[in-house]
């Protein structure tokens, strides 16, 4: 069993790299993302860290693993979130609330952005199967959107390719968010093994991209184009 490491209550403390504490190190930033405004930023500790340790098993062996707790809050002046970080000796361990990946609303249909929020939350969660069913979502509401008929999704992304303009591999990419979806909905579809973080993160990512295609660039040009000097 391993000895903790001496820890001085009610002072700045946080981990060396031979496993000891520090004064006034738990002080320093942790970059992350805020879960509150989705903006990167150096997080700065509120008072103290907390240790405690936490029995884990490596190589069979049980072992007493030493963390710290800190409240930690957003830089970003119009958030000041505020968030409950656990470090150990290798960085961050865990972030309450999660952290969610970034995306962009602009040029979405309210409901298009319920549904993206909601398959990043999904994610932040753990909820791998779920973000993967949210993205499917996503896909049908595109459809919708776009008049894209038919009597399932497959008749619907085909349709789809007549009624607006992407690039080829965003076609093909639709195709395969639609069968990670159904994979994580039906136990009998065996498209992919695994729907797990990398899945979930994936098909939220390729979600992101066919949205900003669709719905985001003709806005971004027009703002460009706006900031051109008059003849």
Do not use: W
């Not at 753990?126 to 008049?147: F, H, P, Q, S, W």
């Not at 009597?151 to 093909?172: G, K, Y």
């Amino acid at each position: 069993m391993n000895v903790s490491p001496r820890f001085v209550p009610n002072e700045p403390n946080v981990f060396r790299a031979d496993g000891g504490f520090s004064q006034d190190a738990s002080r320093l930033p942790v970059s992350i993302r805020c879960p509150h405004c989705r903006e990167l930023g150096s997080f700065n500790a509120i008072g103290a860290a907390k240790a405690f340790n936490k029995p884990g098993k490596v190589g069979g062996n049980t072992v007493i693993g030493t963390y710290f707790a800190t409240i930690r809050v957003c830089p970003n002046l119009k958030c000041f979130g505020l968030v409950f970080v656990i470090e150990a000796g290798n960085g961050v361990v865990e972030i309450e609330p999660p952290q969610l990946l970034d995306f962009n609303p602009d040029g979405l249909s309210p409901r298009l952005q319920q549904t993206l929020k909601e398959a990043v939350a999904c994610h932040a969660a753990g909820a791998y199967r779920a973000a993967a069913m949210m993205v499917r979502r996503l896909l049908e509401e595109i459809c919708d959107e776009n008049k894209a008929a038919g009597a399932n999704l497959h008749q619907r992304l085909a349709s789809l390719r007549s009624a607006i303009v992407l690039p080829e591999p965003l076609f093909e990419a639709m195709n395969e968010l639609k069968a990670l979806g159904n994979d994580a909905a039906h136990i009998e579809a065996k498209v992919y093994d695994n729907i797990g973080a990398d899945e979930a993160e994936d098909s939220i990512e390729l979600a992101k991209e066919i949205v900003k295609a669709l719905y985001q660039l003709k806005g971004l040009i027009a703002r460009l184009q706006a900031r051109k000097a008059a003849p």
